[in-house]
């Protein structure tokens, strides 16, 4: 490991306080979006779009995955992938919420209790 | 004993701790990934799911705990970058403000969130939504103390390894920096998610 020079360090420090200000901005944006007489759906991309923005910043210069190795990056997507699989496959397999999931709830509750 | 603990595996590029850590951020994904999964498949299953303006819930409050961990990353990285210039001194004064502001974060939850809600009767049991939330910030709260320990470690006994090794102490405080990185990642999804959805 090489020891950072204090040239090195100002430099960095000054490119932190930078992310930190964007960081900062785009949580102020976040919230005014949320105040903003759109759709859920438009409301909710927008959110997801400003959050993985401001992840992607700390990934790429607070945790240096901008510099970081080939052999990490084979780590991250199959973490991604498993990630998506794990938030999208309840959703998907379950057959009758996915075709009405504003009333499952409500016709599943007699049939259970019809069954017992 | 642990080999390549300072210089990279020649087959990874990487210290055996970086690896370490990554694998276990990995699972941490996934320990998160099953609360969000958890969260929209509880959530487009209910038409009753409160809108974010009257979930009882204080913006500006999470909003004061983002600055408060995003400050924190930025105080983690430069305590990691100025134990590169071996300058321990100014390690631990970075070191003792993200401990500060990770206890500041902890503070605010329970103290201005938690235990209001509680009063109110606004429980996990209260409703769907209030299950959900308590879950994941108490989730991601534990995660925060688990950072005050870490680092409190290192501040304190753990420091002696930069007597002996401070290349190797150097690494560690950049392990610790990853973990802690992650959990600021952690709340910048869920701020939005339940405070502002």
Redesign the interface.
């Known amino acids: ?6 040239h090195e ?1 100002r430099h ?2 000054v490119r ?2 930078k ?2 200000g964007t ?2 901005v785009m ?2 944006l ?2 005014a ?2 105040y903003l007489s759109v759709p ?1 759906a438009v ?2 991309a927008l ?2 779009v ?2 993985l923005f ?2 992607t910043l ?2 790429a ?3 240096h995955l901008a510099q ?5 990056f084979s ?2 997507i ?2 991604v992938v ?2 998506f699989a ?6 998907l397999t ?1 057959h009758e ?1 996915a075709k009405d ?2 009333h ?2 409500i016709r599943s509750a007699p049939a259970t209790a019809a069954s017992a | 004993m642990l080999r390549y603990t300072v210089k990279p595996h020649p087959v990874t590029g990487m210290y055996s701790g970086k690896l370490g850590i990554w694998l276990f951020l990995a699972s941490e994904v996934m320990l998160f990934g099953a609360v969000f999964s958890s969260y929209i498949l509880l959530r487009v299953g209910n038409a009753d799911w409160p809108h974010h303006h009257d979930n009882g819930l204080s913006t500006p409050i999470g909003m004061f705990n983002t600055f408060v961990l995003i400050g924190s990353s930025v105080t983690m990285v430069m305590a990691w970058l100025v134990c590169k210039e071996k300058n321990i001194l100014k390690c631990h004064k970075y070191l003792t403000y993200t401990v500060a502001l990770a206890a500041l974060f902890l503070v605010v939850k329970i103290f201005f969130e938690y235990i209001p809600k509680l009063e109110h009767g606004h429980g996990p049991s209260h409703s769907t939504f209030f299950a959900v939330y308590f879950l994941a910030t108490g989730l991601h709260g534990l995660h925060v103390l688990g950072g005050i320990v870490v680092i409190s470690y290192f501040i304190g006994p753990g420091s002696k390894l930069w007597e002996t090794n401070p290349e190797y102490y150097t690494n560690r405080i950049e392990c610790t920096g990853l973990y802690w990185h992650f959990v600021d990642i952690v709340w910048i999804f869920l701020f939005p998610v339940l405070y502002l959805l």
């Open positions: 490991m090489d020891a950072a020079s204090p360090i960095h420090f932190y306080m992310v930190f960081l900062a949580t102020v976040t919230v979006v949320s859920v409301g909710v959110a997801m400003i959050a401001k992840g700390v990934g210069y607070f945790m970081e190795r080939k052999a990490l780590i991250l199959l973490c498993l990630f794990l938030l999208l496959l309840p959703v379950t919420m999931p504003y499952y709830p």
